[in-house]
């Protein structure tokens, strides 16, 4: 199934390639990972400890991060996952822009 973000001049075997090519190296990135019971750990993008553990997937009620194990050792890099074309870098200025701006209203 293609998606909006797709490139539609692409067959639908070079799709599947290009995503296959991707999966295989977003699985192989390191991530940050902290177990269930541990917590409640930070958000690596607002810093609120919205997250009951780390490196599962789970969306910070805050900002809307959906934590995916990146963290401050790859912050910069577009990873493609749940996050889309966001960095951490980014999504972090977006989120404190934000909150600058409900502070100051
Ligand atoms: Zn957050």
């Given at each position: 199934m293609r998606g909006p973000g797709d490139d539609p001049t692409l067959s639908e075997a070079e799709l599947i390639g290009r995503r296959t090519a991707w999966f295989k190296v977003y699985t192989r990135q390191r991530n940050v990972f902290a177990p269930t019971g541990g917590g409640p750990c930070t958000c690596?993008?607002?810093?609120?400890?919205?997250?009951?553990?780390?490196?599962?997937?789970e969306i910070c009620e805050e900002c809307g991060w959906e934590d995916?194990?990146?963290?401050?050792?790859?912050?910069?890099?577009?990873?493609?996952?749940?996050?889309?074309?966001?960095s951490l870098d980014a999504s972090r200025s977006t989120t404190f822009t934000e909150t600058d701006a409900r502070s100051a209203a």
């Open positions: 690596p993008c607002c810093g609120h400890t919205t997250l009951s553990e780390r490196g599962r997937y995916d194990g990146q963290d401050d050792h790859v912050s910069a890099a577009v990873r493609g996952g749940p996050n889309g074309r966001l």
